[in-house]
């Protein structure tokens, strides 16, 4: 094992235990009780999202996590040798890896999703007084896409965690 090969297992392996034990937490704890908490709940993941930077540690651990994983497989694949697909690992690594690249791209959308809905709580603290129906619908509906977005980037994750772990052992 050449030493390019032992940084990038550990950025890979380090950045994704921070993103999926973030995602998971998130997703699974932290945004149901922010959700039943009103309005305090969406301060408060309005300040841990974005005045904390939880939603670009998130993304960036994301981003290395999912690099540092093809440049792994471009190794391991002797530069993506379609032989070393057919195996399985190769199959296995390629699941995880695309569950992984799809959690990102969920990601990435409840980024997008987090800024529109703080463009859209903000706009309404500037105007005073108690949001309008139509604001408040909106709020809704992209919370609820959020909801959504969140799912499907905590299951994408357990695909890409249960597949690259197993990985070096599944036999067929």
């Not at 993506?80 to 890896?97: A, C, D, K």
Request: hydrophobic letters at 55%; charged letters at 10%.
């Amino acid at each position: 094992m050449n030493w390019l090969t032992v940084v990038l297992r550990f950025l890979h392996i380090f950045s994704g235990v921070f993103w999926m034990g973030s995602l998971f937490t998130l997703s699974g704890f932290v945004m149901p009780t922010a959700m039943a908490a009103g309005p305090e709940g969406q301060r408060f993941m309005r300040r841990l999202a974005l005045q904390h930077g939880l939603t670009r540690a998130m993304l960036a651990s994301a981003s290395v996590t999912v690099l540092a994983g093809i440049w792994l497989v471009w190794i391991d694949s002797a530069g993506m040798q379609p032989e070393w697909f057919r195996g399985p690992m190769g199959v296995m690594l390629s699941i995880g890896g695309l569950a992984g690249i799809g959690t990102l791209g969920a990601g990435i959308r409840s980024a997008m999703l987090v800024s529109k809905l703080d463009r859209l709580l903000s706009g309404i603290e500037a105007a005073g007084g108690p949001p309008k129906p139509e604001q408040i619908a909106q709020a809704q509906a992209i919370g609820a896409r959020l909801k959504i977005s969140s799912r499907a980037a905590a299951i994408q994750g357990a695909i890409a965690v249960l597949c690259m772990a197993v990985a070096r052992y599944v036999v067929f």
